[in-house]
């Protein structure tokens, strides 16, 4: 088995006449983590969910496991241990929340469970409280967990956190990166996008920053912090 | 969930227990009206399973309805009475795999397109009908038997008797209910539930959602099929009418009038669009005009239907803000926007 999990090669995608990714390579390696940062509308979003399937307008190529899956259905790329938490949450508002884990669960590629019902509310004592509860009954803090560990519940080997903090109040927030770090000591490979760069880098092995579609600069966590000059250049901090 | 099914049954019970007490008052015409507009409910529920919970919004729903009807008069003897489990179950099974066959191709289209491709398809089986002699051309055909329920000999019910009739039919009803309400309860209804909120999520989650959209199409279509055959019986004849857009379109009004996205909602929205239908009709020959001003102002001042009147009312009762689960909705209007130009190129493809 490939050690690659995910790769992107020379990957442009197109939402209608705009061209939004422009050539891009991408490699997520099995254990590490990985920051996507970049400026808003630099093709972080895009980059993800074309790599997913997704985006039905691109070029280039997506490997995943070391196979060709570029006009792969994006169902069967998730089932390659694919998990993907969207930006704005995205929890089922008409399913309580019981359902919405529920409908999620499925063994590993490795044909495991590691992650069950019974573990994913003993991580989220909060969704624990709330299972009758209605999706739209929830918080901004609670949908997002929600959504975490409903990703979490298809075992996945890759996770995808695309602003997995935007719009929580500090607490909260607080809270979610905890959440990332105990599931990274799991040993899931992720790959996170936030506002936050100072937690990114805190948490990954590597950054990758992406400006105007395009691959910027990729560096080991601790080098980039040695760069502020760069991250300043990209990514106005 | 629980809580919303209990506060639900007490109604719910009550207009089963007057639907089966009215043939006590021995009011013919409107026993028989009664049996319309259940048979219409049963297909107006077909509907929303499609239109309320996965999402596909069809204007070509008549299709199926007429297909199964079609189905009976092509199939019974012309001089005996047809054996009814029989011909129900080809005339069922011949609408689903009609389903399952239109859906393999209206199902790639989305939004705009896959309101036209299903017109479109409709029309085709209307004119097939309407334009051929296959069904009798544009007169149709007479079906002058009702269906024989006997089995091996013994004869539970007598469908030509109107009584026996009106029970069969409110069973099919009930049944259909909670058929319905049954699947979507299931982890299969959760996913169409989940693909009418975000179809890309629910892919993202590794459910094969073409599928899952191909099975609802087909179970939707089987069942306008089964309330299709039940009109054919009740009327004793069938004309290509009964698959052309007007019908779908009425459907798709009985939908929305009630409020999508709750099976009892289709069957309010069925009750309230035939007798409307009846009362203006019997008061002016213009009775469209008044219907089209009665259809504009509900759904102006009631998007979420007729059904959302009973909440409306208990909350300004209470003085509380109506606490209604929202209709098995779509995502909010930023994310749905930032998707849908995915999806509008989609459906190019």
């Known amino acids: ?237 | 969930m629980q809580q919303i099914v209990s506060r639900l049954q007490l109604p719910l019970w009550l207009s089963l227990a007057v639907l089966a007490a009215f043939p006590l008052f021995e009011l013919t015409f409107y026993t028989e009206l009664l049996t319309k507009i259940m048979i219409m409910a049963i297909f107006a529920m077909s509907l929303d399973l499609l239109v309320g919970y996965t999402g596909l919004v069809s204007l070509g729903h008549a299709a199926f309805f007429g297909l199964a009807g079609y189905t009976l008069a092509l199939i019974a003897p012309q001089y005996e009475a047809a054996n009814l489990w029989l011909t129900l179950g080809v005339a069922i099974l011949v609408s689903a795999l009609a389903a399952l066959v239109i859906g393999l191709f209206v199902l790639r289209t989305k939004g705009v397109y896959f309101i036209m491709v299903t017109l479109a398809f409709a029309q085709m089986f209307y004119f097939v009908f309407h334009d051929t002699d296959l069904g009798g051309g544009s007169d149709g055909l007479f079906l002058y038997f009702k269906p024989d329920a006997a089995i091996a000999g013994f004869k539970p019910f007598d469908l030509e008797n109107t009584l026996h009739f009106y029970y069969f039919v409110l069973i099919s009803l009930v049944v259909s209910y909670f058929l319905l309400c049954r699947i979507l309860r299931s982890p299969f209804g959760h996913a169409l539930v989940g693909i009418k909120t975000n179809e890309h999520r629910m892919q993202s989650l590794g459910y094969p959602v073409f599928y899952y959209k191909l099975a609802s199409f087909a179970i939707g279509g089987s069942l306008a099929g089964f309330a299709g055959y039940l009109s054919a019986c009740q009327y004793g004849f069938v004309n290509p009418e009964i698959l052309s857009w007007h019908q779908s379109g009425s459907v798709l009004l009985m939908v929305i009038l009630g409020g999508q996205g709750a099976f009892y909602g289709a069957a309010i929205g069925a009750f309230v669009f035939v007798l409307l239908q009846e009362f203006l009709s019997s008061l002016t020959k213009h009775w469209q005009l008044f219907m089209g001003v009665i259809i504009v102002l509900l759904v102006l001042y009631l998007p979420g239907g007729l059904r959302s009147i009973g909440p409306l009312l208990r909350a300004s009762l209470l003085g509380k803000t109506a606490n209604v689960k929202p209709p098995a909705g779509n995502d909010p209007p930023d994310i749905a926007q930032e998707e849908s130009a995915n999806d509008r190129s989609d459906s190019l493809h």
């Open chain 1, 1 to 237: 088995m490939s050690d690659t999990l995910l790769e992107a090669r020379e990957l442009h995608a197109y939402y209608g006449a705009s061209h939004i990714l422009h050539g891009v390579n991408f490699r997520v390696e099995r254990g590490e983590t990985i920051g996507l940062l970049g400026r808003n509308g630099m093709g972080k979003t895009t980059l993800i969910r074309s790599m997913l399937g997704l985006v039905s307008q691109r070029d280039g190529e997506v490997l995943v496991r070391g196979s060709l899956m570029t006009r792969a259905a994006p169902h069967l790329i998730a089932r390659q241990g694919i998990a993907y938490v969207p930006e704005g949450r995205g929890i089922f508002p008409n399913l309580s929340v019981r359902e919405n884990l529920v409908m999620a669960a499925r063994a590993g590629v490795d044909g495991h469970y590691h992650w069950t019902y019974e573990r994913i509310l003993a991580t989220f004592p909060r969704l624990a409280e709330r299972l009758d509860n209605g999706g739209w009954q929830l918080s901004g803090g609670e949908q997002q967990m929600l959504t975490i560990g409903r990703a979490l519940l298809t075992n996945p080997d890759l996770l995808l956190l695309d602003e997995a903090t935007e719009g929580l109040a500090p607490l909260i927030r607080r809270e979610i990166w905890k959440i990332i770090q105990h599931i990274q000591a799991t040993g899931i490979t992720t790959v996170i996008v936030d506002k936050n760069h100072s937690a990114i880098l805190d948490i990954s092995d590597r950054i990758v920053v992406l400006n105007k579609g395009q691959v910027a600069f990729e560096a080991n966590s601790a080098d980039a912090r040695n760069q502020p000059g760069l991250l300043h250049r990209y990514l106005g901090v």
